[in-house]
């Protein structure tokens, strides 16, 4: 007797969504996909928008120690299985199986070549509708009922309704939300009973109240070569000061530990490779305007000069200008607002799933993506969760109850 082919729904058209559709399709489901916009993935092209950042080709176990350290709670088993069974390797070659030619730049970030997300994404999309998926634009997921497994759609000002045999939900976080990753599936999962940790900016700059002679001389300049420390954690790079705070890569790698104190600040080493002492030695002969001095002799920028002379005003002494440029302590409010952040963090908690991502009140629900309760750092370690997380709900979708 021939079998009936399992009728999963697919509700959000980003990476995870995408690729939970195509694993399902794979595996003999009849596979609709909605998204709430009028076309799919749009946040896939936002990000793609300088360059399409699909991975990192860091080895293992390096690569998987990234997401540990960036995590606010710890990780389940099932999650990083979910990327050993679908790693940065794969990764590649599932784009080159869509013609993708991808390279690993010095950074070790995996872009494809011509850097661009629209060619791969209209191949892959191509690819889905080849293995019968149904895509269904501006639908947007308003409620879903739980014993008689149907989901509840609204498009173009009306309800409908699509029953099925499981469904994947990846819906997204709260970054980018004119995209469509907007979070309000938050109060969704809270009438249902199913727990959420509240979405909050991830990879985002830092809000601090600089003093007006800080933002007169110093705005928008870089501050390079230094080491910025928040509670145990610490990241080399470069940061610019902005009208509002901070942006760059050590503030947005450091998210969790800045959240986790009690007054959020960090502390800035503007030169990592010289100790107080040795600094102080620099300034033997000097007498007076220490900061003018340092600028010569420790070769310290227009920007930390403003930033030091802002925060600690005119420090008379070598020693004790050496400490405020090796612990520069730096007050910092919030982070930028959601809707500018790369990403954000929280989502449904853990506790609520079992290990093939399914919530375990809805076992024919499955989710994916970033509305789970994991964050990543910039670099490509986002987009290869998706994927990888997609897989396992797609493919769990497609074989469940079987």
Same mark, same amino acid.
């Given at each position: 007797m021939e079998s009936v082919r399992r009728k999963v729904a697919v509700v959000g058209g980003g990476p995870a969504g995408l690729r939970a559709a195509e694993v399902a399709a794979l595996s003999g489901a009849e596979v609709v996909l909605y998204d709430a916009m009028r076309s799919t993935g749009r946040k896939f092209l936002v990000a793609g928008k300088s360059g399409l950042n699909l991975s990192n080709a860091t080895p293992f176990p390096e690569f998987m120690e990234v997401y540990a350290g960036s995590a606010q709670v710890p990780l389940p088993a099932f999650f990083y299985e979910a990327l050993s069974a679908f790693d940065n390797v794969a990764l590649r070659e599932w784009a080159g199986g869509l013609g993708i030619e991808t390279y690993a730049a010095s950074s070790n970030k995996v872009f494809p070549v011509g850097m661009k997300a629209a060619p791969l994404l209209r191949r892959w999309v191509e690819r889905l509708r080849q293995l019968g998926v149904t895509i269904r634009v501006r639908h947007r997921l308003l409620d879903f009922r739980v014993d008689e497994q149907v989901l509840v759609f609204e498009h173009d000002g009306e309800s409908c309704e699509y029953p099925c045999d499981a469904a994947v939900l990846a819906l997204g976080g709260g970054s980018w939300p004119s995209t469509g990753s907007d979070g309000t599936w938050q109060a969704l999962m809270k009438a249902k009973g199913i727990s959420v940790t509240p979405l909050s900016s991830a990879n985002s700059g830092w809000e601090c109240a600089w003093p007006r002679v800080v933002l007169e001389a110093a705005e928008g300049l870089p501050l390079k070569n230094l080491v910025v420390h928040a509670g145990a954690a610490s990241q080399h790079?470069? #940061?610019?000061?902005?009208?509002?705070?901070?942006?760059?890569? *050590?503030?947005?790698?450091?998210?969790? =530990?800045?959240?986790? @104190?009690?007054? %959020?600040?960090?502390?800035?080493?503007?030169?990592?490779?010289?100790?107080? @002492? $040795?600094?102080?030695?620099?300034?033997?002969?000097?007498? !007076?305007?220490? #900061?003018?001095?340092?600028?010569? !002799?420790?070769?310290?920028?227009? /920007?930390?000069?403003?930033?030091?002379?802002?925060?600690?005003?005119?420090?008379?002494?070598?020693?004790?200008?050496?400490?405020?440029?090796? !612990?520069?302590?730096?007050?910092?409010?919030? *982070?930028? %607002?959601?809707?500018?952040?790369? &990403?954000?963090?929280?989502?449904? !908690?853990? &506790?609520?799933?079992?290990?093939?991502?399914?919530?375990?009140?809805? %076992?024919?629900?499955?989710?994916?993506?970033?509305?789970?309760?994991?964050?990543?750092?910039?670099?490509?370690?986002?987009?290869?969760? =998706?994927? /990888?997380?997609?897989?396992?709900?797609?493919? =769990? $979708?497609?074989?469940?109850?079987?």
């Open positions: 790079g470069e #940061l610019v000061i902005t009208r509002y705070g901070l942006e760059g890569g *050590p503030v947005y790698r450091l998210g969790p =530990a800045i959240r986790a @104190q009690d007054s %959020p600040h960090v502390l800035i080493d503007f030169k990592p490779t010289f100790t107080e @002492q $040795a600094l102080a030695r620099k300034m033997e002969s000097v007498k !007076r305007d220490f #900061l003018a001095a340092a600028k010569e !002799r420790w070769k310290l920028s227009d /920007a930390a000069i403003a930033v030091i002379r802002g925060l600690y005003g005119e420090v008379d002494d070598a020693l004790s200008l050496a400490a405020c440029v090796k !612990r520069c302590k730096v007050p910092l409010t919030q *982070p930028r %607002p959601m809707d500018e952040a790369i &990403s954000s963090a929280g989502g449904v !908690r853990w &506790s609520e799933l079992a290990a093939d991502f399914s919530v375990k009140q809805v %076992p024919w629900m499955h989710l994916a993506g970033e509305m789970l309760d994991w964050e990543a750092p910039t670099g490509g370690y986002l987009l290869q969760a =998706a994927f /990888a997380t997609g897989t396992v709900a797609g493919n =769990a $979708a497609a074989v469940l109850g079987e």
